[in-house]
């Protein structure tokens, strides 16, 4: 099965450090999406890109937090610099274009858990 | 704003009892409407979908109905196992977006 492949897995670090994600979303899904979770908030859209254009970046603290696609097949997700409030789970999700229709699908990876201490 | 209501958990059953999980929407327009599944220390995974309205997603032995009327989507199976318990999630999607609005998530503790 194609899945979407995420780096690190878990991630225990300071406050104040740089912390990066990584995602490889499935060969030839365009859209690529970054959330988070949480106890308290639940899922949260990050940002996401389609072509590595980034379409909506909205919900990430501009501040401290940045996304980018170096390349189709790399995602990544920055923190400089990391504060404890951070700590949740991102996940990184990948999607076909939709070419309109509403019944694409995201495929998940399965997450980097963050602690910052 | 689009939005999606789910039930509050945790909801917890005995093996082969019926399950119910309410979910309703707000949205502009005609959503399509999808329900995921989150087992421990895993991502979310897709259970079903619809995409038009009376439209019945099922998988798994999980259905849900496309309500249009209510505005609702929720989740049912008849029978659940232990292996069932997971954490899952309502979700919509408005046509020519590419975002998915979750739910809450509702947690299903299923004991033998």
């Known amino acids: 099965d194609a899945r979407v492949t995420q780096t690190p897995r878990h991630k225990v670090t300071e406050m104040g450090q740089e912390v990066t994600m990584r995602c490889q979303p499935i060969l030839g899904h365009n859209t690529v999406f970054w959330y988070r979770q949480t106890m308290m908030q639940g899922l949260e859209l990050l940002a996401y890109?389609?072509?590595?254009?980034?379409?909506?970046d909205s919900g990430m603290p501009k501040d401290r937090f940045s996304a980018e696609m170096p390349d189709a097949t790399l995602a990544t997700l920055k923190i400089q610099p990391s504060e404890p409030r951070d700590s949740a789970v991102y996940f990184c999700?990948?999607?076909?274009?939709?070419?309109?229709?509403?019944?694409?699908?995201?495929?998940f990876g399965a997450g980097s858990r963050l602690t910052v201490l | 704003g689009d939005s999606v209501t789910q039930m509050e958990g945790p909801v917890t059953l005995s093996e082969e009892a019926f399950l119910t999980i309410n979910c309703t929407y707000t949205?502009?327009?005609?959503?399509?409407l999808f329900w995921y599944v989150q087992y421990p220390g895993e991502g979310l995974q897709l259970l079903l979908k619809a995409t038009k309205a009376d439209d019945k997603g099922s998988n798994k032995g999980f259905e849900a109905t496309y309500r249009k009327e209510t505005t609702s989507f929720h989740l049912e199976k008849g029978s659940v196992q232990v292996s069932d318990s997971a954490v899952y999630f309502c979700?919509?999607?408005?046509?020519?977006?590419?975002?998915?609005?979750f739910g809450t998530g509702t947690r299903l503790q299923v004991f033998p």
């Open positions: 999700a990948s999607a076909p274009l939709s070419g309109g229709s509403g019944a694409n699908v995201l495929t």
């Open positions: 890109f389609r072509n590595r254009a980034p379409l909506d």
């Open positions: 979700a919509l999607k408005r046509l020519n977006t590419d975002k998915l609005i």
């Open positions: 949205a502009t327009g005609y959503p399509s």
